[in-house]
């Protein structure tokens, strides 16, 4: 395997990683006003996403960092014909990111709806924004033969891409119920299971669409197929674990539906990493678009390092925040945050340090 391959694979490993972590907490930040009547109720749906939201988003950071490095000509191009989309994605997440600080700020019922509807309306945002941008590396936007992007953001609005965009949200939603009903307890985990019975079966519809689409799309056969089928059979399965109540296994499920989802269009894509619809002369390919071959070594000797500590931290993260969250058994109210069994849980801030709770 060649260094361009390699970095090619670890990116979209990367983008597979954000959107397989970040898609539940995009899920939750959906529906928390839905599975919580109460504030305190939304306040356990944001809890359980509290200690890991923001570790989650580094994946993005990286995967754009990593883009500039490895294959500038991509970056370039993707960045400044995408640039408006990526500005809106930017204000997104800044949004989401204050909604969940600024909600306790105040105690008025007003000021914690406002914050709580920024939250939604941005992850909603996010994911469809991401969403449309890589399903226009695939469908292809006007580049031409200095890979120059030549459109406008009105070409980037093609009916694929805004299906992708749309199949993305519905997998971080069907992702996101199935998160909470496994983090939760409560109200909050039978809403949750409710609302992911239905969202599994709509994700279900939107992937079975997304993979026909793609694979008529990239106009590919054989091993390919295989993975946007997988995540089609991984769907399916969620639908069937969510009506039994099997929330482990069906939030594995939506895992890889959502991992078999999102590497299918890198799958498809290579060795481009970039179509151009003016010209398949005018594509970018893994080898017009790459850095030298001294950047991409020293960029794996870093990676080899660094990225084995980033995931046992995470997954050690994940370990220590295990325990489900729930209101306090004694009244049934209070601080949100309290867990399964238990009073109420240590509080928190967003990146699980000491403060208040993120819901409270």
Request: aromatic share 12%; proline share 4%; net charge neutral.
């Amino acid at each position: 395997m060649s260094l361009q391959t390699l970095w090619f694979v670890v990116l979209a490993v990367l983008w597979v990683g954000f959107l397989l972590l970040e898609g539940f907490d995009f899920g939750v930040g959906m529906l928390h006003g839905f599975v919580g009547q109460s504030r305190d109720e939304k306040g356990v749906a944001i809890n359980a996403i509290g200690p890991v939201w923001d570790g989650n988003e580094v994946w993005l950071i990286v995967a754009g960092a990593g883009t500039f490095a490895a294959f500038p000509d991509w970056y370039a191009t993707m960045f400044s014909g995408f640039y408006l989309a990526m500005v809106l994605v930017l204000v997104a997440l800044i949004i989401r990111g204050v909604s969940f600080e600024f909600r306790r700020q105040r105690p008025g019922d007003r000021w914690v709806r406002t914050w709580d509807g920024t939250l939604t309306v941005g992850s909603f945002f996010i994911p469809l924004l991401i969403g449309v941008a890589l399903g226009n590396l695939l469908h292809g936007v006007p580049i031409d033969a200095q890979h120059e992007f030549t459109g406008t953001f009105v070409d980037l609005l093609n009916p694929y891409s805004l299906f992708v965009g749309i199949t993305i949200v519905l997998l971080c939603l069907a992702h996101g119920a199935a998160f909470l009903a496994l983090k939760t307890d409560g109200v909050v985990r039978e809403r949750s299971a409710r609302y992911g019975r239905w969202l599994t079966i709509l994700a279900a519809l939107a992937v079975a669409g997304f993979a026909a689409w793609t694979i008529q799309i990239a106009d590919q056969s054989g091993g390919r197929v295989v993975v946007p089928i997988a995540g089609l059979v991984a769907i399916v399965v969620a639908i069937w674990l969510v009506w039994i109540g099997r929330e482990g296994w069906a939030f594995i499920a939506t895992s890889i539906a959502m991992l078999a989802t999102v590497a299918t269009l890198f799958v498809e894509l290579y060795p481009r990493v970039m179509v151009s619809s003016t010209s398949a002369a005018n594509d970018l390919t893994i080898s017009n678009a790459s850095s030298s071959s001294y950047t991409l070594k020293a960029m794996t000797v870093v990676a080899l390092i660094f990225l084995p500590l980033i995931l046992l931290y995470q997954g050690w993260t994940y370990h220590v925040f295990r325990q489900r969250v729930g209101l306090p058994p004694e009244d049934g109210g209070g601080e949100a945050g309290g867990r399964s069994g238990g009073g109420a849980a240590p509080e928190t801030g967003p990146s699980g340090t000491a403060g208040a709770p993120v819901g409270s």
